[in-house]
């Protein structure tokens, strides 16, 4: 298939956009996160990078859609020191994936608290500017991998290459970790991860004794609060919590329900067997 021009992407991009009931700027940012999802096997399979796996609500949005919260930045785990990770994802990008390039700016931001570094990076379509997403790189340890096969539509009508299938933290560990992030002393900003947690619970994906198990595992290690942890959302949390959830069609609507539901799957979680 021979590339398109820039300008015949853009106008593809909004048919597909308006054929298939999608938001436009949605549909674009799932471009880009694939194309840094092909440019990141690319370098394992060159031996750049030993491997890599996608967190956080990109990873949701790969499995689940529409049917995940919408997010505008990549969380990637990558094995090494902060230093190490970013020298080996500026190589990593080096390669380019198909008619896609890759430009960071600015400076990285160390972020302590999460072991991580942020970065601010361009994605060009023949080195055309297509968007701007941040970038998150944090470590990765022995953490399971699952390969993970993108259900984002769209992108075969563009015509453009899908990178398949893709590296996610396992559902399990990233269960745990949402469980971890969302009860603990920095879980400012956290109530996104609430709602992550009960639509994989919501749409059947969650095991509970193998989450059990992680959680357990993760608890231990970071050692900032204790599992099962206890289930009291900050009033806070209630405008975004509501909003989320009537946004993804989610059967609770309010706080308190949404609180109820999810004590609930944390009593489950905790005493599976």
Known sequence: MSPRPPERLEKTLARVAREQGLAQERLRRWVSFLALCGVLERAVHEGILSNYYLKGGVAMELRFAEGARATKDVDIGLAGERAERLQNFRSALALGFD????????????????????????????????????????????????????????????????????????????????????????????????????????????????????????????????????????VEWKPELEALANELGYPATTAAEIEARFRKCVERIASAN
Request: net charge neutral.
């Open 99 to 234: 008619e896609f390039s890759f430009q960071l700016k600015g400076k990285p931001l160390s972020m302590d608290n999460a072991d991580a570094v942020r970065l601010e990076l361009g994605v060009l379509y023949r080195t055309r500017a297509w968007q701007t997403i941040d970038v998150d790189l944090g470590p990765a340890g022995s953490d399971a991998v699952d390969f993970v096969e993108p259900t984002i539509p769209g992108l075969n009508a563009m015509g453009l290459r899908i990178p398949s299938p893709v590296r996610c933290l396992n559902l399990s560990e990233q269960v745990a970790q949402k469980l971890h992030a969302c009860t603990g002393p920095y879980s400012k900003g956290r109530a996104r991860d609430v709602l992550d947690i009960l639509l994989i619970d919501l749409l059947g994906k969650m095991n509970v004794m193998a989450v059990r198990v992680a959680a357990e595992h993760v608890f231990e290690q970071r050692a900032t609060h204790r599992f099962p942890p206890e289930i009291k959302l900050p």
